[in-house]
């Protein structure tokens, strides 16, 4: 119960990295509000979750709906201890097939809906001396081919990241990310185009356990660890859970 009394907002909790989230984070003491576009699937994982759940509709991409789960909170629970920011998209293609519209998508809800997030949520973050993790990815790290806007969204969070840890330290605000690899998601199971070099995607593969794909659990793990006093003097952090993808 190492978040006994934390309040925390998840987002993209319907279903993948942020369901494991929030379970997690629920199962070691915290009240989570948790959102995601699919209403009736986040309505759904509060359910499974318990009366430590709340559920809301939620836009990442839409400041008015970001700032309204983190009132949500608030009105709710007093204060804000804990942001999660997990939602994202993911859009393989060739580059020049990555329209405006493509990517503006991307960019929208990876990379503007972390900063609508923290932008409503850091007062009260402050008031609490809380913290942040975002999700961003072994792609924000290295590159990865057939991937432009996902991965300039993902390089765009760790930047993002490391200013605002850097901007809120001596308010005592935490700011981390953790950078997954390949992880067992539906969002990863998507059908990728034919025209695309699908050995050249693989090389940005896991090494550990002959490549075998991180679970939605061991990513929470690692949020659950960040987001806690054990991990009090790490900020400004871009936590690779990759397999050794990124190691060299």
Known sequence: MRLDG???????????????????????????VIGDRNAQGVEDAAQAIGPAATALALDVA????????????????????????????LDFGRFEDVDRTRWDRVISVN?????????????????????VVNMASAAGLVGVPYNSAYTASKHGVVGLTRALALEFSKEGVRVNAVCPGGVDTPMLHQ????????????????????????????IADTVAFLASAEAKRITGVAFPVDGGQTAG
């Open 6 to 32: 934390k309040i925390a907002v998840v987002t993209g909790a319907a279903s993948g990295i942020g369901l494991a989230v929030a379970r997690r984070l629920a199962a070691d003491g915290a009240k989570v």
């Open 62 to 89: 839409d400041e008015v709906s970001c700032k309204a789960i983190i009132d949500r909170a608030v009105t709710l629970h007093g204060g804000l201890d804990i942001l999660c920011n997990i939602a994202g998209v």
């Open 111 to 131: 990379l503007t809906g972390v900063y609508q997030m923290c932008r409503a949520a850091m007062p009260h973050l402050v008031a609490r001396r809380g913290n």
């Open 191 to 218: 059908t990728p185009p034919d025209n695309i070099d699908w050995q050249m995607v693989m090389r940005s593969a896991s090494w550990l356990d002959s490549g075998a794909m991180a679970t939605t659990d061991d």
